[in-house]
Every structure is written in C-alpha cells, then in structure tokens.
C-alpha cells in the first residue's frame, strides 16, 4: 500500500471512530457532519467525499464491525458441541454482546433505517453482503457437524444456515426496537424459537 493510500485509510479510520464516539455520546441526531470532521482532525468536505452522509459513515461503521464480528463468531462457535440449538444461540447471543458492546439500541435503530433508506447504496449493499457472510458462519458449523455425524447428511445446510440467521436477524430487530427487552430476554425467546423448530422436526421424522 502506498504512502497516498495509507493515508486516506488513516483518515476514515479516524472519521469512524470519532464518528462512533460522538454518536455514543451524543446521539445520532445531534452529531453534526462538521463535529465528525472536527474531532477527526479533518474537513467537512473530506468527510462527504469519503461517506457522503452521517448515514454512510453509520453504515461503514457497521460494516467493519460485522467484519471483526465473523471472526470472534468462527472462533468461539467452533468450541461449542455438536448440539444445534446451542450453536444457534451461542451464534444469536455473540452478535448481541458484540453489538452493544459497539453501540447503544438509539444508534442501531439508526442503523436499520439507514440501510432501508440507502437501499441502492455500495455501503448498504456492503452490509447485505456481510450479513450473508454472518450467516455463512452457520452454515459452515452446520457442515461441520454433518461431517462430524452429529446432522445427517440429508440437511441442507446451506439452507438452513441462512433460515436460522433470518430467524435470529428478526428477533435481534425486536430487541433493538424496545428499550424493554434486556439481552437475556431475547436469548430466551430465540432459544424458544429454536426449541419449537426443532421439536416440530422431531414429531414429523
């Protein structure tokens, strides 16, 4: 990497952070481009050019967390047994303490509506891409436990990898949504959620 591109990567790691950092502090609402620009030691304009919007700087946000996410999710799910359901919900509960651990629900909130609104955007296709690679994780456990002869080989893992991470993404939304529902509420409910499922697969073979 040259001397020009390892200064423009410097620079948005920098308008990210302040970003998240002022967000964090302050709100979404309230965090101005020119204070982003001001606390990364930057211009406004260099902060347009690079994100365009507080929304692109959001979504860029999010998308290098969810890269730092699949990583720590392979290493911690390839510990677990081979008992589908508390992979599943080992998987769901990593994602929210990673999520909150980055952002507050306000922020995420923003995030969602940040994603439907710039739906065409690269930044949000981005985080639609990463979202198939968080889910990909499941399905390499999946294969994982089809070799290992825990799963026949009859499940189409592939499959239902992606249907337990839509399952999972739904009820991470609701838990953002409310101020009511604690992390150990949701993992309740996901864990009930996996529980019907399967006990559904059981009564049907």
Do not use: C
């Not at 001001?38 to 994100?51: E, F, L, P, Q």
């Not at 959001?58 to 969810?66: E, G, I, K």
């Not at 891409?129 to 994982?144: F, N, P, S, T, Y």
């Amino acid at each position: 990497m040259g001397l020009r591109e390892r200064q423009k990567e410097d620079r948005q790691r920098r308008i990210v952070e302040s970003a998240r950092k002022l967000f964090l502090k302050q709100g979404f609402e309230k965090t101005t481009i020119e204070a982003i620009a001001d606390a990364s030691g930057v211009s406004g304009v260099t902060v347009h050019k690079y994100y365009g919007t507080k929304a692109g700087i959001l979504l860029a946000m999010v998308t290098q967390s969810d890269a730092q996410l699949i990583d720590r999710l392979d290493r911690e799910l390839a510990q677990e047994s081979g008992n589908l359901i508390e992979i599943a919900a080992k998987f769901a509960s990593t994602i929210v303490d990673h999520a909150m651990s980055n952002l507050e629900k306000e922020i995420w909130r923003q995030v969602i509506s940040a994603v439907t609104l710039n739906g065409g955007s690269p930044l949000s296709q981005t985080y639609f891409e990463l979202d198939q690679e968080l889910a990909q994780v499941l399905v390499r456990r999946i294969k994982a436990l089809q070799e290992a002869g825990d799963l026949p080989p009859s499940v189409d893992a592939e499959g239902l990898g992606k249907a337990l991470f839509h399952l999972q993404n739904a009820r991470f939304i609701q838990f953002i949504s409310s101020d009511d529902i604690n992390s150990d509420e949701i993992a309740r409910r996901f864990r009930r959620d996996l529980e019907a499922l399967f006990s559904l697969h059981i009564a049907t073979s």
